[in-house]
């Protein structure tokens, strides 16, 4: 069959690409995101415990009650806002899949979207696959910031939506209220949308705050909130989230949700939600990946990899140019192949090729892997 695909220049993504040839080499995989460590017995028991219940039929559409009540009481405690459980929060299947359901409810063709790079793998396709056209503003290393007079000179009067992402993959950096100050007054009065990613809600760093759109009223009234309980509670593989947007938002959000999934995980929901009433262990989550960071960075001293700062998410980044001037897609094979151990080439999160020297490493892991790691970087 003739087939014209919507999305010609997308392959496997570098995620699954990285972590499979990791697999092959027997390196160790610093380069996907993900635990090497297992969530916690309380949160298994409790799946168990619903599923036993007999909780094992489809949810409702917009996510289980108990689950959205305690993210609307979480919201609260945390940012300040109150949500209406039942018309604001929607439960999805991941971070993912909230991100593409807010793109397809919202994106017409010939739209523009507003991202900004390196930005993470799903928004592009999402913003394509609807006729959508990504505007790309570009961050450089080694400060990964946003001169939003620059990013607002990309707007147009086609402008539909604008995607941020903090804490940020891959750099690590976070939004300032500074930022949201500019983001609000350039979106604000105009008819553009924001989606913030919040994936890493819970995992910032050095006593920062999480600056959550959600703490930007104004903001709000056109913006939605993506947030991945897979980083909340170790479990990236049950694929669960939620989003948060105005009645009116997500209103539309859900005309697409409905048919895209209709309804998620409803034992998992069920355990989620009773695990989320003791906020202590969300809470601590800043502390325990701070330190791995801080581990990291210490198993890597005496190296010739720079870090840059990480100010939050799993990623640490390196600078390598004092070692090799080689591009990062091929220092990483060599990463892999030579020395035993599995990076994500920064490069990757650019639409137009970027020469810098910069790798990803994830954090996110025992000390015991991150101190092998080190030790194997360090010889470089
Ligand atoms: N956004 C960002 C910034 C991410 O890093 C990830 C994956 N870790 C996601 C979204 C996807 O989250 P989920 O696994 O919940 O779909
Ligand atoms: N978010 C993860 C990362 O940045 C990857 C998730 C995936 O493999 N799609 O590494």
């Known amino acids: 069959m003739l087939l014209s695909s919507k999305l010609p220049g997308i392959g496997t993504s570098i995620f699954t690409v990285m972590s499979a040839m990791a697999n092959e080499h027997g390196a160790i995989n610093l380069s996907q ?3 090497d460590f297992d969530c916690s017995d309380r949160l298994k028991g409790l799946v168990e415990k619903y599923m036993r219940l007999g909780y094992n039929q489809y949810a409702p559409m917009p996510g289980v ?4 009540k305690i993210m609307a009481e979480k919201i609260k405690a945390l940012y300040g806002l109150s949500v209406d459980p039942d018309t604001e929060i929607t439960v999805t299947a991941g ?3 909230a991100l593409f359901c807010a793109i397809s409810t919202f994106i017409r063709p010939d739209d523009e979207v507003i991202l900004v790079e390196p930005a993470y793998d799903c928004y592009r396709p999402a913003v394509e696959v609807n006729g959508g056209r990504p505007v790309t503003y570009e961050m450089s290393a080694p400060d990964y910031t946003i001169d939003w007079r620059l990013l607002e000179r990309l707007i147009t009067w086609k402008t539909r939506m604008i995607v941020v992402n903090t804490p940020h993959n891959p750099t690590g950096k976070t939004l300032k209220n500074s930022d949201w100050r500019e983001l609000q007054h350039i979106a604000v009065n105009r008819d553009i949308i924001v989606l913030c990613d919040e994936a890493y809600e819970h995992l910032v760093f050095d006593g920062q705050r999480h600056e959550s759109l959600l703490r930007y009223p104004k903001i709000f009234e056109r913006g939605l909130a993506v947030f991945s309980f897979g980083k909340t509670l170790h479990t990236t593989g049950w694929k669960l989230g939620c989003i948060v947007a105005p009645p009116d938002l997500t209103k539309e959000f859900r005309k697409v949700h409905q048919f895209n999934v209709f309804a998620v995980n409803t034992p998992m929901q069920h355990a989620v939600a009773e695990f989320f009433e003791e906020p202590e262990e969300y809470l601590a989550l800043n502390g325990f990946f701070e330190k791995k ?7 890597m001293k005496g190296s010739r990899f720079r870090p840059i700062h990480s100010e939050g998410t799993y990623f640490q980044l390196f600078d390598y140019s004092a070692i090799s001037d080689e591009a990062d897609t091929e220092f990483v094979k060599r990463l892999i192949t030579e020395h035993g151990v599995a990076a994500i080439p ?24 991150l101190a092998k790691a080190g030790e194997l970087l360090k010889k470089i």
Do not use: M
């Open 33 to 35: 995101g993900f635990p």
């Open 65 to 68: 009650p108990a689950l959205r």
């Open 95 to 97: 971070a993912t899949q």
């Open 293 to 299: 960071r801080d581990f990291l960075l210490s198993a």
């Open 346 to 369: 920064v490069s990757v999160f650019y639409s137009s090729r970027k020469n810098e020297r910069v790798i990803r490493l994830c954090f996110a892991k025992t000390e015991e892997t």
